[in-house]
């Protein structure tokens, strides 16, 4: 038998043990964690939604009439009028004909990846995808081509060495870098190769575009541009659960052949009305929108004056590039005593030697908070004096 004690014994000397920090209370920047108050900057709900008053009421009166638990698949007797509802307003949000809702991001993406690829065929993977992107190539059995971080050009010359069916999919947003992806060049260059392209938007949903509809609406694309957008609503969207939509013949194949999707049992029916309720506020809500870009670009403008190191990223995501391990963890067990909550994030998340701080910003925090963090890092930098930046 392999010795499970050892490979843990040596995640602890290689700094990249990991452990859980028990929170209590709703989620919101005033986290309590471990019976403790933190201000925190490490959430995705960017929007301030996972404790909205207005959904937890859509939530709790939707229950009467759905009542709890799913009870049995979509394709058994679990599609319930709720689902059904959430699905026709998320395809009418994302303008796009038709759309599917999973349970989660990650079964979002094993789902559809496995669905739309198999034996023979070949996808294109941004190296920094998300690791849900990355199980879902796996899994659909078919070769994988990983391309250097949004590299056009490198993706143009691999689909043309390429025949057969070819599927490229990207996060929208990166989800440890905070970049958009070169979405038009992407589309272009799919449609050029007949390449199949799959946009995962879990961090653009609600957060980007107008009315919030994502990175894709951003940049104007249209479902003919980008066939397969896949969004999650857990994050920007505060409830939970993740949904594809495309064109309506390619989400009744889904409904075919994803089996996360076929093999699993629906959400509780009132979280989709939830969502739903959500997603209007979403749409109208744009002074939160705004609120949040002025958070972040003050982040950037003060955080990189003090001498930190961000990344080219203009969304909530605002990594602090650290490069050491234990030196990432530091910062951050610094900064949580003085009760500013951002974790450290380490391989295998991200590449070696490019361990990071990933702060993210959120309409819920007040211009006071990102003081309280802005000062906390003032405090802290002295700690990266002696580190070698990995960037
Ligand atoms: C978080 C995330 C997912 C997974 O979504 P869940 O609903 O949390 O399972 C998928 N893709 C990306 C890019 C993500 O960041």
């Given amino acids: 038998m392999r010795n499970f004690a050892e490979e843990i014994e040596q995640r602890k000397q290689s700094g990249l043990y990991r452990t859980r920090r028990l929170v209590s209370g709703p989620q919101q920047p005033e986290l309590m964690v471990n019976d403790q ?5 490490c959430s995705n709900d960017y929007l301030g939604l996972a404790n909205h008053p207005g959904n937890i009421a859509a939530l709790q009166n939707a229950l009467p009439e759905t009542g709890l638990g799913g009870a049995a698949s979509h394709l058994i007797c679990g599609h319930h ?6 699905e026709d307003r998320l395809a009418e949000f994302t303008g796009r004909s ?5 349970s989660t991001g990650y079964m979002a993406n094993m789902g559809v990846i496995s669905a739309l690829a198999g034996r023979g065929d070949t996808i294109f993977s941004d190296r920094l995808n998300h690791a849900s992107i990355i199980d879902g190539c796996v899994l659909s059995r078919a070769r994988i081509r990983r391309y250097p971080h949004s590299d056009i050009a490198a993706l143009d010359e691999m689909l043309a060495q390429t025949s057969g069916h070819k599927l490229v999919v990207t996060d929208g947003v990166f989800s440890m870098d905070g970049d958009i992806a070169p979405l038009k060049e992407l589309a272009r260059v799919c449609k050029r190769h007949d390449a199949l392209l799959v946009v995962d938007d879990a961090h653009g949903i609600g957060v ?11 940049c104007g694309l249209s479902e003919s541009d980008v066939p397969v957008l896949i969004g999650t609503l857990g994050k920007g969207v505060g409830t939970s659960g993740a949904f594809a939509a495309g064109p309506a013949l390619l989400m009744d194949y889904l409904v075919q052949k994803a089996r996360t999707y076929i093999y699993t049992t629906a959400m509780p029916p009132a ?3 939830a969502t739903c309720a959500s997603i209007d506020l979403i749409e109208r809500d744009q002074p939160r929108r705004e609120h949040l870009a002025r958070l972040v ?7 990189s004056a003090m001498g ?3 990344i080219d990223s203009r969304t909530p995501i605002q990594p602090i590039m650290v490069g050491d391990n234990e030196a990432a963890m530091a910062l951050s067990e610094a900064l949580e005593q003085q009760g500013v909550l951002v974790t450290a994030i380490r391989p295998p998340t991200v590449p070696a030697g490019e ?17 309280r963090l802005l000062v906390a890092l003032e405090r802290c930098r002295h700690l990266l004096d002696k580190t070698d930046l990995a960037v």
């Avoid at 108050?37 to 900057?41: D, G």
């Avoid at 670009?297 to 003060?302: G, I, L, N, T, Y």
């Fill in 37 to 41: 108050p933190v201000l925190s900057f």
């Fill in 308 to 310: 930190y190191t961000l």
């Fill in 297 to 303: 670009s003050v982040f950037r403008q003060r955080a």
């Fill in 355 to 371: 361990a990071r701080l990933r702060v993210t910003l959120s309409a819920a925090h007040t211009v006071e908070d990102l003081e």
């Fill in 98 to 102: 038709a759309a599917l809702f999973f």
């Fill in 271 to 273: 979280i989709a009305a």
């Fill in 81 to 86: 009028t709720a689902h059904h509802q959430l």
């Fill in 208 to 218: 980007l575009g107008p009315e919030g509809r994502g990175s894709i609406a951003e």
